[in-house]
């Protein structure tokens, strides 16, 4: 194994692991997560893959079609997780969510919500069609939305995200999303700046009255995430001085109860240009 950076071995994941006897076995497959472009209506400031409106990157129809072949070959796959950049903006979204959905499998797309309004920045294609769709083929929808007040979304976002956002939410509660109709939608918060998020289970509390009392608008869950440091959001930190305070934080924030049920145990990624990550 190459030599870690001295920065970088003082926060080595793996020699954590062995500090509290931990190990990660990999599980059986049950989720294949593709990012299928890079183009995105956005150029947000945490992105960890450096998604923006200019990118051109979109998986090719033969890495589609093997990634098809895995979803119906191995038994254990039950969910397709579409990613990217903006996957709606990918030139076969529509083709790949029917046909996950006609192997019986679920769908989980994560949906920016603006992109409902901006449709595709390079072609100018609207893409106000993707709550009927989605409802349609009951996808499971998991929504980031930064916070529930302008300021901090249009910081990480950009002017105006949070408005269309809002827009885009009860775009869904209208086709039965958050409405206790089986239609899941979930949002993701993530913090604005080099800090780490909440309480998961108060930041829901305070999520759902605002947004309800607010703006009527309703959703089922909430997640949590903390930014990665990498890409975009490490460039940023590294800029402004804030690297290695935002690694010791991570740091001391481990938490070996929660390392065993890491989501790379049992969920493979497959990228744009057909590489394959655990």
Avoid at 58 to 74: G, I, K, Q
Wanted: with cysteine.
């Amino acid at each position: 194994m190459a030599e870690l950076p001295i920065a970088e071995a003082r926060f080595d994941f793996e020699a954590t692991l062995s500090g509290h006897e931990l190990s990660l076995p990999r599980r059986a497959w049950t989720t294949l997560q593709l990012n299928v472009t890079r183009l995105c209506n956005q150029a947000c400031l945490h992105c960890h893959v450096d998604a923006s409106p200019k990118r051109t990157e979109h998986m090719s129809r033969e890495v589609l079609e093997r990634c098809l072949e895995l979803l119906a070959e191995v038994p254990s796959l039950e969910c397709l997780d579409v990613t990217g950049g903006a996957p709606e903006l990918y030139l076969h979204f529509r083709e790949l969510v029917e046909r996950a959905r006609g192997l019986g499998k679920r769908v989980m797309v994560r949906h920016n919500l603006s992109v409902t309004l901006d449709g595709n920045p390079q072609t100018g294609e609207a893409m106000d069609w993707l709550p009927e769709f989605f409802a349609a083929q009951r996808v499971e929808v998991v929504s980031s939305l930064p916070y529930y007040e302008a300021y901090f979304t249009d910081k990480q976002r950009g002017q105006g995200v949070f408005d269309k956002s809002l827009s885009a939410l009860r775009r869904l509660n209208e086709v039965g999303y958050g409405q206790g109709s089986g239609l899941e939608l979930s949002l993701v918060y993530n913090p604005a700046g080099s800090f780490l998020p909440g309480d998961q289970a108060a930041l829901e509390r305070d999520f759902k009255r605002a947004l309800l009392e607010r703006h009527g608008l309703r959703f089922d869950r909430l997640f949590t995430i903390t930014n990665m440091p990498i890409a975009r959001f490490r460039r940023d930190l590294e800029r402004r001085g804030h690297y290695e305070r935002y690694m010791e934080k991570l740091a001391g924030a481990f938490n070996p109860a929660a390392a065993t049920n890491v989501m790379c145990r049992d969920l493979i990624s497959v990228d744009h240009d057909g590489r394959v990550f655990d």
